[in-house]
């Protein structure tokens, strides 16, 4: 016998939650398109190094990597971002900037499982690339509030996390951690909610800061108030441009979003501005969705420099977040008509119904069971059925069958021709 | 500088092409919901044993296999249906028979690669899983057509050649080839368009077969009248039915589509019964869908014995042939509106503005160039704009807009609360 468990640590979709999957994608497809921006795709398969950085990022070394019988070294990918500068790349000259893509990659990484975390999961990205002002990030943040709102999440629900690696690079700059330090003391940073404060500054110590510098560090990252820290730096980019877009996002109607937070840092060594992370208000998750300005991932890929920002919003953590505050949509199974045959010989003309009825959009389903009535009734119940077409004998010797309203519980003959003619 | 071009054998999918690709899968997602079939899926990551199949199957020499960190041996689907099996086999006892389910899985097999076949495709399934009866064959078959239909592909574009393993079967009885030796003599018999007589008569011969056997299969498979056929074979298992399908079929309102082709095999091991090929009437290209009744899969997964027929349909030989005729759907870029600021202090309206149309439906882009007007308008129109809107000062003081018709070229001002209630 066969292992009939998918893969460890990923899943399988049976038609209930292929419906839930296909309402989240919706969502994410309509409020992407509401907002200008285009579809794009690339293979699950990629070159392997498109995902090695210098900096130690995480995701590095949780690549479901291989070689394929040629030879060449592929992984899946765990993420879409690079995927996204390659076409970028590719075909920078006739592409007419700024453009706003978006896509719904799987995404894979070998990790330890924890909740709101598997091995794949699908991942809406959204990217605005060509656009060095902050209202590239006004539009990213309206579209995945956007996101949110659809299902019902509000500013009641979630909150967005922001802050900006410039504002992490002065801290750090103005405690003398050399630059070239900067990405993998941010790696590093990224990870304070997962692991001890001890942990945390042996791991900085081992990059080569000091016991003085580490508490420095911790100092300045227990600021709350951006004013005050426009204050204490020397450096104070990335702090007006903050508040820039706070009050660009007021103007534009989404209050009570946006809230700075030193602590975000996300663990993608290429973010040079703008990090933001959404969670609940109290941060109880996971991040729901995580993001940032990324202004020289496509020259590190080998191109010149492009502005772009972009997120990757999850389908793991925000369905549990919905599932716990019980918002969870209803998506019964549902049918226009379930046709009906009590014999043979009329399997024929049940099929001839069901494509023309099928053909003017209704969905329709045929029962050929040939069960006894009670029994095909209650089956056309259970597949969510608003009608049945019943092909009594009689009836049909008249070119007519019988229709029932499942809901009203009515039932009438209706010559055929008609029948086909009044479908919804 | 990294490699720019995706992995060999597979795509890209820049807006252009999404779009087109979106719009076969609404095809086929649409067809098939309305023919009353779920949506399902599983991971493209699957153990490797799910395809290792005794009788050859050349699948299984295709695979993309490897080890994952913990030792699993992993590949990424070459076909969906023993992804199906394993499902249907995970909850037997719990679903109600006969299910009808469809997916769009992407599929991988390393291969070399010619015209239609690609390392990668997406290939829409429709299975019915628990009908023993030929109805099964006809609903399957009727909605790979209403599929071709919705493409305006019609019966002068298209036939469905269809064969009955168990035809086959009889023959190879006939001609004292031992039923162990069936499945590969089939598999052999499949690469008949693909290689010399001589070749094949040789693999035949390999197998063990005589050059008299070889010679009298030949003979058989020349024949292309069912009543023949059925005069010829001590075992007429397969032919009846096919008839009655094919009754059937004209009863349902779809003649013209069907015929009889012995010369049908199918690559796959696990067929049973009923086996076809859709393609030009000339046959001029790949398949542009290949199925057919495979009522011992389940059990060769470990399970009791559960009928079962299906087809897969893939991405790539349909939109070669839709080319080929020149059927391709237009399918440009369009927007409800782009809304056009001139000053950095309307950005902030813009955006409310773009955000109060876009939840009542809209698509809407804004255009942050700060260019002249001509060339704004010449970026509008290139995005598929059907209407501007510009902030001009003037107007913006009475809280207005100008709104201007880029069909028509006619424009006029309107209060701000009267474009948001009143926008599509």
Redesign the interface.
């Known amino acids: ?8 640590g ?6 209930d939650e ?2 839930l ?2 309402w989240l994608f919706d969502v994410w497809r309509r ?1 992407s ?4 921006f ?10 392997e ?2 995902y090695i950085r210098k900096a130690g990022d995480e995701i590095s070394k949780q690549l ?1 990597s ?5 030879g ?1 070294r ?1 992984s ?1 990918r765990p993420e879409m971002t690079p995927s996204l500068a ?2 970028v ?3 920078k000259k006739s592409l ?1 900037f ?1 453009i ?2 978006f896509s719904m990659p ?1 995404c ?1 990484r ?1 990790e330890r499982m924890t909740k709101g975390r598997r091995r ?1 999961h699908f991942q809406w990205n959204a990217d605005i690339i060509g ?1 060095p ?1 902050m ?1 590239a990030e ?2 990213i943040l ?1 579209l995945l509030i ?1 996101a949110c709102e659809s299902m019902g999440l509000t500013a009641k629900d979630i909150r967005v996390f922001i802050n900006d690696r410039r504002i992490l690079n002065s801290i750090l700059s103005q405690i003398s951690v050399p630059q070239e330090m900067h990405s993998a003391v941010l790696v590093i940073m990224d990870k304070r909610d997962k692991i001890s404060t001890e942990a945390l500054s042996k791991l900085l110590q081992d990059l080569g800061m000091s016991t003085i510098q580490v508490e420095q560090l911790n100092e300045y990252l227990s600021k709350s108030d951006l004013n005050e820290l426009k204050k204490d730096l020397n450096d104070t980019h990335g702090i007006e441009e903050l508040q820039n877009l706070m ?2 996002m007021v ?4 209050s009570n979003y946006l809230q700075f937070d030193i602590s975000i840092v996300r663990g993608l060594s290429y973010y040079t501005g703008a990090v933001f992370e959404v969670n609940s208000p109290e941060k109880q998750h996971r991040a729901i969705c995580g993001g940032g300005r990324y202004d020289s991932l496509l020259s590190a ?3 010149e420099t492009v502005p772009a920002v972009g997120f990757g919003f999850g389908d793991v953590v925000v369905l549990d977040v919905l599932k716990e505050l019980q918002r969870f949509p209803e998506l019964p ?1 549902t ?1 226009d008509y ?1 046709i009906i045959p009590f014999a043979a010989e009329q ?3 049940a ?2 119904i ?3 009825l ?2 003017q ?6 029962n ?1 069971s040939m069960k006894k009535i009670k029994k095909t009734m209650q ?1 056309a119940n ?2 969510g059925a608003k009608n049945t077409i019943l092909l009594f004998p009689d009836e049909l010797a008249e070119d007519k069958v019988v229709i029932r309203d499942m809901q009203l519980h009515e039932q009438k003959p209706i010559k055929i021709t008609d029948l086909i003619s009044s479908a919804e």
């Open positions: 016998m066969i292992d009939l468990q998918p893969v460890k990923t899943r399988d979709f049976f038609p292929m419906r999957r296909n409020v398109v509401q907002a200008g285009e579809e794009y795709d690339t293979c699950v398969l990629e070159h190094e498109l479901y291989f070689e394929d019988k040629g060449r592929l899946l390659r076409l790349l590719q075909y007419s700024p706003k893509w799987q894979f070998y794949e656009q002002e209202v006004a539009e309206m956007s009050d660009l103007t534009a109607g989404y890929c080998g191109g199974r049918l379930t399997v024929g003309i099929l001839k069901a494509a023309e099928r053909s959009g209704s969905t329709v389903d045929c050929f089956q259970e597949s």
